[in-house]
């Protein structure tokens, strides 16, 4: 399981141990500790850029102009944090003064949380995965819906004990305690994948109403024009992350090389999940526009905005290139 998550156009989401034994952004400068800072993303350069009142105006500097602007050495306190907004910026919206660093950059696990439902589906992703491996004639693997009975259910029941002897055959180290640990904590794992695929699926269903407004606009041939371009340039960029979601499922055919190199299966999901969980983001304002207007088909500045944001990020032209 030695596959990462790629993007064309943007550097993979890296799982590094923290350069700080730091979990808050408490720096120590006093530019810093001015009312009403922030850090955010620019939307044109993707870089972090600093937030700060000047007057009656706001500015915002981008944040190698910060450390040049202060003497902020990059080995000092505000230096490392500095450093670090660049990269929790891939996970919050903002960071102001105090926030926690998101805990993708302390211990590597996901910032947000799973239900009970998401590790019961991980748990029968994987004991699937496992009865396959073992030579167990399957069935294709079943939906989430039935994925959540499937780790205690009679396929399992019945093979799962050969299963994990077949496996314990191949190490003369594991026992399986050892084997049924790692299982344990690469569920976990998943099941924080599987809480995001459940928010992509609305995120998939806007492919299904950009093609509906597009429908409802037959009779105004712009509006109808700039919603067939919206469909269009949503291809790539949607099929993109299903594929990042079937890789991540490959990765687990070997369950031999899942459950014996735990630590390397963990970072791989890790790398996967980050890169997902950084497109949802993107998606997120665009998600939430459509979700609080009923006729988005009428909404000229819907449609605009759904349009500029695609365009912006996925043109056409880059579709090809990637094609």
């Known amino acids: 399981m030695t596959q990462t998550a790629t993007k064309p156009g943007e550097p993979p989401v890296k799982n590094t141990p923290p350069v700080l034994a730091l979990e808050n952004f408490d720096f120590e400068a006093k530019v810093f500790k001015v009312e009403d800072v922030w850090f955010e993303r620019d939307d044109v350069t993707g870089k ?10 706001m500015a915002c500097v981008p944040v ?11 080995k000092s306190k505000d230096g490392q944090l500095l450093l670090r907004v660049e990269r929790a910026l891939l996970f919050v919206p903002t960071v102001r003064p105090g926030d926690s660093i998101p805990s993708e950059l302390i211990d590597g696990t996901a910032s947000w949380k799973f239900e009970a439902c998401h590790k019961l589906i991980a748990e029968g992703r994987l004991a699937w995965h496992l009865l396959q491996w073992a030579g167990v004639d399957m069935p294709e693997c079943p939906p989430p ?8 259910g009679p ?8 299963a994990w002897k077949k496996l314990l055959e191949k190490s003369a180290e594991k026992t399986i305690d050892d084997l049924q640990a790692a299982m344990a904590d690469i569920a976990t794992e998943l ?13 998939f269903q806007l492919q299904t109403r950009f093609a509906r407004a597009m429908r409802q606009c037959h009779n105004e041939k712009t509006a109808a024009d700039e919603f067939g371009r919206i469909l269009a340039l949503s291809q790539t960029p949607i099929q993109w992350v299903r594929d990042q979601f079937t890789k991540i499922i490959e990765g687990l055919a070997d369950m031999q090389s899942v459950l014996f190199d735990v630590k390397d299966s963990i970072l791989m999901i890790r790398s996967f999940r980050d890169q997902l969980h950084l497109e949802s983001r993107k998606w997120d304002p665009i998600l939430e526009e459509w979700r609080n207007n009923k006729t988005p088909a009428k909404n000229v500045q819907i449609r605009r905005h759904t349009y500029h944001f695609l365009a912006s990020r996925w043109s056409i032209e880059n579709q090809w290139a990637a094609s």
């Open 48 to 57: 972090a850029s600093f937030h700060v009142p000047m007057g009656s105006m």
């Open 155 to 162: 396929l399992m029941q019945n093979h799962g004990a050969a």
């Open 64 to 74: 190698s102009k910060v450390m040049k602007k202060f003497s902020i050495d990059t």
């Open 191 to 203: 099941a924080y994948v599987e809480a995001l695929k459940e928010h992509f699926v609305c995120i």
């Open 145 to 152: 819906s039935q994925l959540v009975c499937f780790a205690q």
